[in-house]
């Protein structure tokens, strides 16, 4: 169930924005976007890395296990990494202009690209397929920060900035 998590918070960004999109109609291009891009802050960024906070702070054995490692000190570095990343998530949702949205979305891609590499080096030199390793995390780590990247182009070009 946890290797769900990804796919699962990557599923209730969309369904976030179908809702916000319904409740608060005309539906545009630009309200759409913002509500993915808000979306995508909120769930697979904010709450999956806070969730992922929790895990490799307070379960570092079972996140460990998962992951197909053995626990380390690290454990902990990496979870206060997640816990900042998350934070910067909820508020890059809630309230944070596009500026504050593009830099959240550089560090998780840097956090998560770089994590993505690993899985993948772990998978090549170790032959490490555990779920935690080489399941949805995998994928997520490189779509959930480009696609947040790609969105962020397209509100940067539906937004109006003939009056600036």
């Not at 319904?22 to 545009?28: E, G, Y």
């Not at 949702?93 to 596009?98: F, I, K, N, Q």
């Not at 593009?102 to 032959?127: D, P, R, Y």
């Not at 959930?144 to 509100?155: F, H």
Request: hydrophobic residues 55%; charged residues 10%; proline residues 4%.
């Amino acid at each position: 169930m946890v290797t769900l998590v990804p796919i699962l918070t990557l599923a209730a960004a969309f369904v976030f924005a179908i809702v916000a999109c319904w409740v608060s109609r005309p539906v545009t291009a630009r309200k759409v976007v913002d509500r993915l891009i808000r979306g995508l802050m909120l769930f697979p960024i904010g709450l999956e890395a806070l969730w992922a906070a929790l895990g490799h702070i307070v379960f570092a054995e079972q996140s460990a296990a998962a992951i197909g490692w053995a626990p380390s000190p690290f454990q902990f570095e990496v979870g206060v990494a997640n816990l900042g990343i998350g934070v910067a998530g909820v508020i890059g949702a809630l309230v944070a202009s596009r500026g504050y949205q593009w830099g959240v979305t550089v560090v998780t891609a840097g956090f998560l690209g770089g994590a993505g590499v690993g899985h993948l080096v772990q998978i090549s030199e170790t032959g490490n397929m555990t779920a935690g390793n080489a399941g949805p995390i995998l994928y997520t780590d490189f779509a959930t920060p480009g696609l947040t990247a790609v969105l962020l182009l397209v509100a940067f070009f539906l937004t109006d900035r003939r009056a600036a």
